[in-house]
């Protein structure tokens, strides 16, 4: 399976070296299938990874150290899958738009009309949706970055809360280090469950929380109406098959006025 990992300029270095090292520990398993056990690898799927940048020369990270890639934007062609990782925001809360942002939005474009899967992480998602991916998409963010893409991208459909949401060939984390869940997923995916949980295993990484709410301080969410994150955290997570009627109790309210 053939990933790019699109290197953005400041991005959080841990990304991308921990990103490429899972799935190096995954090939390795993979390699390795009889000293582990593995019974099932009928079908062998390895990744290949390679780091692109704009024109493939070093790119600063967060840490204005350079990171070496191994292609062009021009150069990654027939891929199967793109991660675009986080990266330094600015004051606002937002990219800080570099000279080489809209050729990097125009290859994303281009790869999601050939259905190519596409991947943002954390503040990475900023590119997927600047590009127009998240119209009409289900997609999460990291929980402080909620109200700055519910502004930005009115068209899609921002999850409160979720670490990790997938719609067509468009798949979105939450977090930092989010990148974690997303590449055990990937692997567990085109790889199978059974090296999914063995290079879970070996690395002693596992997925993160189902939501992202034990981490908002409290207040964070007193922008939006309190009465719908009350209902939204109800719904979703404490009792996804809850009645009109409990609802409505919960809410020591009546069922029409809730209606209404």
Known sequence: MNIFIYVPQFCIYSAIAGMSDIFWISNNIIKSKKALNLN??????????????????????????MVDVDLSIEEAIEGDLIIVPGMLLNDEQTPNNPSEYKAVLEWLKNENSKKTIICGACAGTFLLGDAGLLNRKNYATTWWLYHTFQKRFP???LSWGKTFEKDTNIITTGGPLSWIELVLYIINQFAGPEVGKATSDLAVAGAQPVSQQIYVPQGFTSSIDPLL??????IKYTKPHITLEELAKNLNMSEKTLYR
Do not use: H, T
């Open 155 to 157: 068209n899609g459909k």
């Open 40 to 65: 099932k690898l009928d079908k062998i799927i390895e990744f290949k990874v390679s780091l692109v940048s704009l024109d493939g020369k070093p790119v600063p990270n967060a840490q204005n150290r």
């Open 229 to 234: 994150m009350k209902i939204e955290e109800s």
